[in-house]
């Protein structure tokens, strides 16, 4: 089986500006402190290429509080990259900051560009057979339907689910950690989106740990969540904890910092 859902060559990631303490957020619980997701950030990048991958900085934008998670703008595949169409208004302009970096790497690139298509990264999961989206407050069925009609001449396949009611993005609650196997809230998987994989729970209490990445040969999960850390090792993933303090604060978590990918040949 192809291992193209978790192994890759490069990951793109973007400073986090000090205009960060604007970021939308669902539920204020105080400002994020910017020195301290410098130095998450910092650890986060180190993981990743402690992997092997290279790992591409991009700087901060001011202008748009968000843009450190750049998983948002762009879905990444093996034949090619899709600039996404952000729902969250103040986030649109990130998506068309993003596309020169992944024309560079990728040549040609393609756009959601329906004026009535909404989709954002966080909230697609790529599996080795199917591509996930979830609907959610900022994924519409027109912007998940113009996915699908892009990618189908790469031989992709999309398929709709939903993402729980009240939660962010569909991978807010969920996360590939090999081939088969999905890591989910019960809130999710009770849904029955993930007919045909191998799930592992989160522990019940630790729906934030949810998001995770797997990236290359090691797991990254958010600190502080013991329980599902300890099924994680149980189940015998090679595990790295990253502190997520402060991202959590605007509901953003592992997998959002980062665009992971290998360029096409
Ligand atoms: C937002 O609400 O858009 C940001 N504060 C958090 C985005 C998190 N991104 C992700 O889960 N992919």
């Given at each position: 089986m192809s291992e193209r859902s978790f192994r890759f060559t490069h990951a793109i990631t973007r400073k986090p500006a000090?205009?960060?303490?604007a970021g939308l957020r669902a539920v204020d619980t105080g400002n994020p402190d910017l020195a301290l997701m410098q130095a998450h950030h910092a650890d986060y990048i180190t993981t990743l290429r402690d992997t092997g991958a290279t790992v591409i900085e991009l700087g901060a934008l001011e202008a748009y509080p968000d843009s450190v998670f750049v998983e948002d703008t762009a879905l990444c595949l093996p034949a090619g990259a899709v600039i996404m169409r952000p729902g969250a208004p103040s986030r649109l302009g990130e998506a068309a900051e993003m596309a020169p970096h992944l024309a560079a790497l990728y040549g040609d690139i393609l756009q959601i560009a329906g004026a009535d298509s909404f989709i954002e990264g966080g909230d697609i999961l790529m599996t080795e057979t199917e591509i996930l989206v979830g609907r959610s407050a900022r994924t519409n069925a027109a912007g998940i339907a113009e996915l699908a009609a892009l990618t189908a001449d790469w031989g992709e396949v999309v398929r709709e689910v939903h993402t729980p009611?009240?939660?962010?993005?569909?991978?807010t609650d969920c996360s590939l950690l090999d081939s088969e196997t999905i890591l989910s809230t019960r809130r999710l998987s009770d849904s029955g989106c993930f007919a045909g994989y191998r799930l592992i729970d989160v522990a019940e209490g630790e729906e934030a740990a949810a998001n995770t990445i797997r990236f290359n040969n090691l797991v990254l999960m958010p600190a502080g969540f013991p329980r599902t850390r300890d099924r994680l090792l149980a189940a015998g993933y090679a595990l790295r904890e990253i502190g997520n303090s402060e991202c959590a604060k605007l509901d953003g978590g592992m997998s959002c910092l980062s665009l992971r990918f290998t360029p096409r040949a």
């Open positions: 000090a205009s960060i303490t009611p009240g939660v962010l993005h569909f991978k």
